[in-house]
């Protein structure tokens, strides 16, 4: 079986060899960033806004903010609550996905954190992919 390439990068660096497909995992776009940064974004992949807001504030220590984003990565939708017989499971689709995608090309996941930045979100989501909850 193939390996899961997956990576990690801000999404103001510049793209590069082997980045594949660069996908931002960021509920807002940004001021100022054009879509030849990203081939593609998921905002669905990123904190909620709540989330994300208390963790910039300070309000949220990295230990809570990364118990609570990914729980937010499982959550059921609105729409599973209408549906009995087939549930989304949060982002259980898109995650397989992205990882499916993973095995055959690399996938860069983007974000608006630094390089050097050691709490980012798109760390747990690769974290994520890379585990064993993520079946195929």
Not at 36 to 51: K, M, N, R, V
Not at 62 to 74: I, N, Q
């Amino acid at each position: 079986m193939a390996k899961e390439n997956i990576r990690t990068k801000c999404v103001w660096t510049g793209s590069g060899p082997g980045d594949g497909l660069r996908i931002l995992v960021s509920r807002f776009r940004g001021h100022g960033l054009t879509k030849d940064h990203y081939d593609l974004w998921l905002p669905g992949l990123g904190p909620s806004e709540e989330l994300l807001k208390g963790f910039l504030a300070g309000e949220i220590p990295w230990s809570v903010f990364s118990k609570r984003y990914r729980e937010e990565l499982w959550t059921d939708g609105e729409v599973d609550q209408r549906n009995h017989s087939s549930k989304n499971h949060g982002q259980k689709g898109l995650l397989r996905m992205l990882r499916f995608l993973s095995l055959r090309e690399p996938v860069t996941l983007l974000c608006h954190c630094a390089e050097d930045t050691k709490h980012c979100h798109r760390f747990l989501l690769r974290q994520t992919l890379l585990s064993s909850k993520v079946t195929l």
